[in-house]
T-cell receptor
Framework: GQQVMQIPQYQHVQEGEDFTTYCNSS?????IQWYKQRPGGHPVFLIQ?????EVKKQKRLTFQFGEAKKNSSLHITATQTTDVGTYFC???????????FGKGTMLLVSP | NAGVTQTPKFRILKIGQSMTLQCTQD?????MYWYRQDPGMGLKLIYY???????DKGEVPNGYNVSRSTTEDFPLRLELAAPSQTSVYFC?????????????FGPGTRLTVT
């Protein structure tokens, strides 16, 4: 079955440093979504990428979808303590109504 | 709009007991999902439904059952609870319209089986 791998599992940064998490799928994806889960909370949708090579920005967050539609990344510029949480990517194959989630990257930001 | 609601928030079960986790959404979404989340393991799909009366197995369905008699409700049944079912359970829904399958998650149920 489809597998979605995410690295790193964990990253601890100082406030103001940049952060990147990477997502790789074993199959070509129809689209990829990113979610954020705060400690003790539930996953919250951030963004969806659909097109090959697509880049989207949300303030300090930049999301990319690879040319082959098998990998993606989330980059946070100048992290803040409010960025703390676990970031998940989730891939969907064409024709399927379900997502396969990566294991997530836990981000800790020290002030 | 309450979004996706789940009850109970917490539950402790003894081995062999049964229970139903409730999930309701008020967004008129056709698609609903049940996930379990174990520490460091991401979200694993248990069951999902694409509409009332239609359910299908996900990645980890063993030990669970679901039903979808209405658009709003998607209860998850645990029969003969086992310690391996200790986890946080999330229900989610999505409209499934067009290309967007953004999922809205409930607050979760933290279940411990001892």
């Amino acid at each position: 079955g489809q597998q979605v791998m995410q690295i790193p599992q964990y990253q601890h940064v100082q406030e103001g440093e940049d952060f990147t998490t990477y997502c790789n799928s074993s199959t070509t994806l129809s689209n990829i979504q990113w979610y954020k889960q705060r400690p003790g909370g539930h996953p919250v949708f951030l963004i969806q990428l659909v097109k090959s090579g697509e880049v989207k920005k949300q303030k300090r967050l930049t999301f990319q979808f690879g040319e082959a539609k098998k990998n993606s990344s989330l980059h946070i510029t100048a992290t803040q303590t409010t960025d703390v949480g676990t970031y998940f990517c989730a891939g969907r194959n064409s024709g399927y109504s379900t997502l396969t989630f990566g294991k997530g990257t836990m981000l800790l930001v020290s002030p | 709009n309450a979004g996706v609601t789940q009850t109970p928030k917490f539950r402790i079960l003894k081995i062999g007991q049964s229970m139903t986790l409730q999930c309701t959404q008020d967004m008129n979404h056709n698609y609903m999902y049940w996930y379990r989340q174990d520490p460091g393991m991401g979200l694993k799909l248990i069951y999902y439904s694409v509409g009332a009366g239609i359910t299908d197995k996900g990645e980890v369905p063993n030990g669970y059952n679901v039903s979808r008699s209405t658009t709003e409700d998607f209860p998850l049944r645990l029969e003969l609870a086992a310690p391996s079912q200790t986890s946080v359970y999330f229900c989610a829904s999505s409209s499934g319209q067009g290309l967007t399958y953004e999922q809205y998650f409930g607050p979760g149920t933290r279940l411990t089986v001892t």
